[in-house]
């Protein structure tokens, strides 16, 4: 595809950063650390707070941005994938980046990149870098996209470090075990740095790393913890507690999302005031979208952008503590690089019909039905309702399918809540 001019839209830089590069993901420091010097190694914030794990990233980012904007601070995120418009991925005091913003980004680091090829997830941290500096934010926190020792978030060296869990997933990059993930994600960390770990069941890799960079570990269960009381939850570290109310957003480890957050925040406290109210605000008014979010009733509609073991793990806790009279039908979806039997095991009590939805015209790493089905073949019995060449397809089937007192599920993939979202939109 045609480099794009200076003339061209947000649309047309996206499209041609999909295929510039040779490879959709590249994992490594070198090349976006050459551009980043290039264009004046510009700092997204005074101070950065990364957030690393297998899941629950995007939540404790949503939770941090609550927090420090009800504290007063502009804050800046950048998160990834998006759900509707790439403009979700950078927010600035609470607003998405416009168009405009982002194709000026852009165009500088066309203009400084020369003969280094970058790819799509590198131009939007970068742009996200230049965008944050720009408009002088307070806080940057940035979300890791793969792993965390070789992506391209890695390359700012964050005042605090959090990783959230460790699970399976992405093996062909990141290592077929919890050691090998770990200590890929453990690479965010930095020395006399607080590293903030919410898993309370850590693999040792992570905190051997962590001890051997001389990081200020702060770990969940043991410097921190979080108990559900009477009316709402409680926060505790050494001497200081807090009594919370319960998040807005539903999953049961978003208490865990938001210890971990405050956690964060409890080790900045030199640096940022430490406001009990403004964390408390926070926790109630922290969204984000495709994280157990209700779209309709009767029969309801609930997606979720589980797409790995432990995530289904977690919405399967959700739906055993959220009886409904009637069924739960799935639509489900998945990318190649998935465990696909081990996000359906879990759910497997619970779902009645699954309707199978191909993702390959959604993505270039999305299964067709054929593969999907090879994935599920021989390992898990279920009862099929439908297979779609389509989200929007399957969606459609299930609904039909589905009584006033049923519930229909969506998850998967984000490709899976997009498409949900996107017809929820256009309806």
Partial sequence: MTEPSASRSLEDWLAWQATAHPRGIDMGLERIRKVWQRLGSPL?????????GTNGKGSTVAFLEAMLRAGGLRVGTFTSPHLLRYNERVRIDGLDADDASLVQAFERIEEARGDISLTY????????????????????????GLGGRLDAVNLIDADVAIVTTVDLDHQDWLGNDRESIAREKAGIFRPRRPAIIGDNDPPPTLLDVAKELGSLVQRAGRDFSAETTSTGWRWSSGSETLELPLPAMEAPCQIRNAATAISALHALRDRIAWQPSAIAAGIVNARVGGRLQRLADAPMLVVDVAHNPQAARELAAWIEANPIPGRNIAVFGALDDKDVAGMLEPLLAHVHEWHLCALCGASPRGLSLDELEKRLHGRTQFTVGGRHEDVESALGAASQAARREDRVLAFGSFFVVAGVLAKQTAA
């Fill in 44 to 52: 997204p914030a005074p101070m950065v707070i990364s957030v690393g």
């Fill in 121 to 144: 997830f590198e131009f939007g941290a970068l742009a996200a870098i230049l965008l944050f500096a720009r408009r002088e934010v307070d806080v940057a926190v940035l979300e890791v």
